[in-house]
Nanobody, 122 residues
Framework: QVQLVESGGGLVQAGGSLTVSCAFSGDTFRRYCMGWFRQAPGKEREFVAAVSWSGTTTYYSDSVQGRFTIWRDNARNTVDLQMNRLNPEDTAVYYC???????????????WGQGTQVTVSS
């Protein structure tokens, strides 16, 4: 059974940077494509970024394109999301997700983590 554990969330000032990480276990990591999503209070869950099995293909939402970077380490079974030039609108719980199919922009992933809170102060 796949397990995903996010870490690295916290409080950061507007304009700052933060990296959240996701540790994968329970299956062969390279069989899965990975995604990051977020959900702000009172809002629906939103796609943020996706990365393919090998890490060579990535996809970002328009709202984070150019500011966020997703990458994976298939030796360590981790996927990270580096977030730069953060603004208060980026405040949300960030979730890691896994699926055997590459699903850029979609949210119907099979496996989900519990999330990590990111708060950006103005």
């Amino acid at each position: 059974q796949v397990q995903l554990v996010e870490s690295g969330g916290g409080l950061v000032q507007a304009g700052g940077s933060l990296t959240v990480s996701c540790a994968f276990s329970g299956d062969t990591f390279r069989r899965y494509c990975m995604g990051w999503f977020r959900q702000a209070p009172g809002k629906e869950r939103e796609f943020v970024a996706a990365v393919s099995w090998s890490g060579t293909t990535t996809y970002y939402s328009d709202s984070v394109q150019g500011r966020f970077t997703i990458w994976r380490d298939n030796a360590r079974n981790t996927v990270d999301l580096q977030m730069n030039r953060l603004n208060p609108e980026d405040t949300a719980v960030y979730y890691c997700a896994a699926d055997v199919t590459y699903k850029p922009g979609r949210d119907d992933y099979d496996c989900w983590g519990q999330g990590t809170q990111v708060t950006v102060s103005s």
